[in-house]
């Protein structure tokens, strides 16, 4: 068994990572020899039922980020102030945004029909 990691039956330190330096153009550039951690094994794709935070497989998004699908990948993005339309947002900052605004909308309401029974 590996000490940190298994990356195709070699033991390292760390699993390939997403960017490389390259000392030539003082930049990172893509790996395409990146692989995501998944428990002690370097994988090519997380399972299904995983999506990438960083470059690991996780279960489910840490409460400030939320799961987005980009190129047939989920991973999990930082949340914003306002949520994505039509995303399902699981971040709790999105989450109080979104209860706040509906909140302010149900009084308006109630202001609105009060004021229209009161005339009546």
Known sequence: ACTNFNNSGACVTQCP???VY???S???EP???AKYTYGAFCVKKCPHNFVVD???C???CPSNKMEVEENRIKMCM???DICPKGESCGCHLCLVAILAKSTYVV???LSTMSQMILKY
């Open 17 to 19: 990572q997403p960017f």
């Open 22 to 24: 390259n000392p030539t």
């Open 26 to 28: 003082f930049q990172l």
């Open 31 to 33: 790996n395409p020899k």
């Open 54 to 56: 960083h470059s690991s």
């Open 58 to 60: 996780v279960r489910a």
């Open 78 to 80: 930082p949340c914003t």
């Open 107 to 109: 009084k308006v309401l």
